[in-house]
């Protein structure tokens, strides 16, 4: 069985800020990792780890430090901006802060038609219209909400804009950056439903950031954890809750809250050393099939 | 008895839009006890930072507060003058706002914006503050927090720019500290970290917490009391025991139902069909209405009060007049129950 190629392939990549400063940051330090067309991978892991950084170097709203990003086998980590916008339509990300990423001069049905305007995928102003509609209805608002402005919806709302103008021009691939979070369980629940119609229907392939971890294990065919600015571990689904082998990933999982006052009470989190993460000879490797672990060659032995 | 803190009476606000007048917060009533912590729950969009945000007088340049009354320290905070007010905002009662971006100055460093409330507050020296900020932003857990203090915001990530302004809120020891979910961008264990923060704070100086968020998770463990919001409304509240183990509302049974949990595997999560309904014309009767499958006729044609459950917790629906047709809980509702229970019980061996 020969395995799909990948739709994007990070190799090495690296994205530093504040370069030789003393606030110098490692945001993203050496990551590789592969997503497959038609899968959702969750990225987990510590806040300030990189994963939103990670996001905006694939979709190139940063110049990585070094390293390579393929697109359908394209290397797209040198392209000039400009070069970029043929990407634009395929690739596509949802902020995770949708207050700052929507314009506030803008109305609604302007900023969710902004692709389609760009890009063409319009004939008339009915149309226009009519698929602005659309999408309002398709993350739960109404055409109502049109022509408002963007400082007169509530965060979720907000957000669900900010998903509408992601879908507007049917990509190939997006990148939900905590796309959810501010959303409250019934919405989240219908949001991630509609990713995964959507999914279905158009194959589309998802790269998923957020913090809920039911949320993720739930919508995700496999899952990378990243801390401090590299990947720790990565797995498939299941594999991943069911055998965590990271202390980190243990920490992580540990610590999601339960929905239930009594037992929460009690709450036991398994404690993550921050004090020395990482050695010299560890690296991420696949420990078992399809199990990828940052570890030494000799840590790797009592796994195979 | 508990000391009230804070007292909401009868709260409604509304928006002017090319719409139409936006009727946001319909009658809300609550209120917060001294050192205690009530989580404010609900829809998107159903008015819970509205609400927090009038309680520190931030409002739109489109809002009208139409009706009601917010006491504090025996008098009502919609009446105190823009000086008063000054002195109050981010000093008695300091809040955590729902964007970290938009409560911070991009073109101030960090180490200022933190130390800020001290030097206003307070008068206390530069060079104090500034030692003082940083010792809280180790608390929040900025790495290299000395070294990063004259950085400016856009340099921090999502969760990082939510615990600077986690510490620009506690820093000056809040009597009322309003949380507008503060923990949604960050990991669970810095997350469990911040709670425990708060906790701390509370207990050390009885601080009183109104915490939102929609992690029920969260919920159980933080909060005291929970209120239940929809279409601009609560429509239950009660201790946190009273809303996870004895739900009324047939929101609070959706939004119970809604969530997935680690233990879960099924295809496809449950929701709430439909969408709320648009508060330009809100409906007569129980807003719910519409979505809720257990509705009467008489939801649909009268506003259901408040129905005392018992003297911790209220509900506003018609299932609890006496007149109703009895209802069982959805059964997914009884068997996350279930769970509870055993595990309860579990617990206790
Ligand atoms: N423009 C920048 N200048 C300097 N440092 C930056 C910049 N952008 C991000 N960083 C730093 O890079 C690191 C990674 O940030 P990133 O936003 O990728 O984290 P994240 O994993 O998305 O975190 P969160 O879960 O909190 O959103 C953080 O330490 C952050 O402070
Ligand atoms: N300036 C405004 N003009 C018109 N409508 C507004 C304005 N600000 C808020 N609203 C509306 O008021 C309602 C309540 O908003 P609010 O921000 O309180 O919701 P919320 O419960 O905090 O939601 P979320 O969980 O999504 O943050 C929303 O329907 C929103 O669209
Ligand atoms: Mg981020
Ligand atoms: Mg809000």
């Known amino acids: 069985m020969t395995k799909k190629d990948p739709i994007v392939s990070v190799k090495h990549l690296k994205q530093y800020f504040n370069v030789g400063k003393p606030d110098e940051v490692k945001a993203v330090d050496d990551i590789s990792f592969d997503i497959y067309p038609g899968e959702t991978l ?263 | 008895m508990a000391q009230k803190v804070l007292d909401v009476k009868d709260l409604s606000i509304d928006f002017d839009t090319l719409n139409g007048t936006v009727k946001a917060i319909r009658d809300v009533s609550f209120h917060l006890d001294k050192g205690e912590t009530l989580a404010l729950v609900g829809e998107s969009g159903s008015g819970k930072s509205i609400t927090v945000r009038t309680i520190m007088r931030l409002l739109a340049d489109n809002e009208t507060i139409t009706n009601g009354t917010i006491d504090f320290e025996g008098k009502d905070i919609l009446k105190e003058s823009k000086k008063e007010m000054d002195k109050i905002r981010g000093g008695k009662i300091a809040m955590i706002s729902q964007d970290p971006m938009t409560s911070l100055d991009p073109t101030m460093n960090i180490g200022n914006q933190v130390a800020e409330p001290l030097r206003v507050h307070e008068g206390m020296s530069k060079h104090k503050a500034l030692e003082q900020a940083a010792e809280v932003l180790e608390e929040v857990g900025i790495p290299n927090a000395r070294e990063r203090m004259r950085d400016y915001p856009h340099q921090f990530s999502g969760g990082q720019r939510q615990r600077i302004v986690i510490a620009m809120a506690i820093i000056d020891n809040p009597d009322v500290l309003i949380a507008d979910e503060p923990t949604t961008a960050l990991d669970v264990t810095v997350q469990a970290q911040i709670i425990k923060l708060l906790k701390d704070l509370k207990d050390k100086i009885g601080t009183s917490i109104i915490f939102i968020t929609h992690d029920l998770g969260v919920v159980a463990n933080i909060a005291d009391r929970v209120a239940v919001m929809y279409a601009g409304k609560i429509v239950e509240y009660g201790t946190v025991d009273d809303i996870f183990y004895n739900p009324q509302h047939p929101y609070t049974w959706g939004l119970l139902d809604s ?91």
């Not at chain 1, 990378?224 to 990933?249: C, F, Q, R, W």
């Open chain 1, 42 to 304: 969750g990225l987990v892991g510590e806040s300030g780890s990189g994963k939103s950084t990670t996001g905006r170097d694939i979709i190139r709203l940063y110049d990585p430090t070094d390293g390579e990003i393929d697109f359908e086998g394209k290397n797209i980590s040198k392209l000039k901006r400009k070069q970029m916008k043929d990407f634009r339509s395929q690739m596509q990300m949802i902020f995770q802060d949708p207050y700052a990423s929507l314009n506030p001069r803008m109305k609604v049905e302007d900023i969710i038609a902004e692709g389609l305007d760009i890009n063409h995928l319009v004939k008339n102003a009915d149309e226009r219209d009519k698929r602005v509609h659309e999408l309002l209805h398709l993350v739960n608002l109404n055409e109502e909400h049109a022509s408002r402005y963007p400082y007169e919806f509530s965060g979720g709302q907000r957000q669900r804009i900010g998903i509408a103008r992601a879908l507007a021009v049917k990509p190939k691939f997006i990148i939900a950056d905590e796309p959810i979070s501010a959303l409250d369980v019934s919405v989240q629940a219908q949001v991630v439903n509609l990713m995964q119609d959507i999914q279905e229907k158009e194959g589309l392939t998802y790269l998923f950031i957020a913090h809920d971890l039911s949320m993720v294990k739930y919508i995700s065919d496999r899952i990378a954890v990243m801390y401090n600015g590299k990947i720790v571990e990565m797995a498939d689904t299941d594999e991943l809750y069911n055998h965590p082998l990271h202390k980190y990933t243990q920490s992580l999982l540990s610590a999601v809250p339960v929905p239930d006052p009594h037992s929460e009470k009690q709450h036991k989190i398994i404690k993550f050393d921050h004090s020395k993460p990482f050695k010299d000879d560890q690296y991420l490797q696949e420990v078992t099939p399809g199990h990828w672990l940052y570890c030494s060659d000799e840590e790797a032995k009592q796994y195979k």
């Open chain 2, 259 to 349: 969530m997935p949990t680690l233990s879960m595997n099924s295809d496809r999560l449950n929701t709430i069909p439909g969408t709320p309904p648009n508060l330009i014309n809100p409906p007569k009767g129980d807003a719910f209405y519409a979505r809720n499958k257990y509705a009467l006729k008489i939801d649909h044609e009268k506003q259901p009060p408040f129905f005392k459950v018992s003297d911790t917790h209220y509900a506003a629906t018609w299932l609890l007049d006496k007149r109703a047709p009895k209802v069982t809980p959805p059964e997914s509702i009884q068997k996350r129950q279930a769970e509870f229970k055993k595990r309860g019980e579990a617990d206790h061996d």
